[in-house]
Nanobody, 121 residues
Framework: QVQLVESGGGLVQPGGSLTLSCAASGSIRSINAMGWYRQTPGKERELVASISSGGSTNYADSVKGRFTISRDNPKNAIYLQMNSLKPEDTAVYYC???????????????WGQGTQVTVSS
């Protein structure tokens, strides 16, 4: 089994900062890309930021310059530093990992349970 556990969500005022964390654990052979997605009611889940095993990053235009994704490979963890938060950043944030479990030879996608981020005064 593979688990992704997120933490760090909460309520923050506009202009504030939050850091999300996600750690993958379990029967993992190797991890390729990891990323953060977010979803609001009635909308599709959208990519916020991703990072490859080599450290290459990709950001949604709406968060460029405000959010920073980083990765700790030995810990199988990623982080999302969110600065200058706006009300429109309010969403459930999900961690995703593209990884090969020990019981497979193919890459599979795994999701965390999600963490709520609310930006409001």
């Amino acid at each position: 089994q593979v688990q992704l556990v997120e933490s760090g969500g909460g309520l923050v005022q506009p202009g504030g900062s939050l850091t999300l964390s996600c750690a993958a654990s379990g029967s993992i052979r190797s991890i390729n890309a990891m990323g953060w997605y977010r979803q609001t009611p009635g909308k599709e889940r959208e990519l916020v930021a991703s990072i490859s095993s080599g450290g290459s990053t990709n950001y949604a235009d709406s968060v460029k310059g405000r959010f920073t994704i980083s990765r700790d490979n030995p810990k199988n963890a990623i982080y999302l530093q969110m600065n200058s938060l706006k009300p429109e950043d309010t969403a459930v944030y999900y961690c995703n990992a593209l990884l090969i479990p020990t019981y497979s030879l193919s890459t599979r996608s795994y999701w965390g349970q999600g963490t709520q981020v609310t930006v409001s005064s």
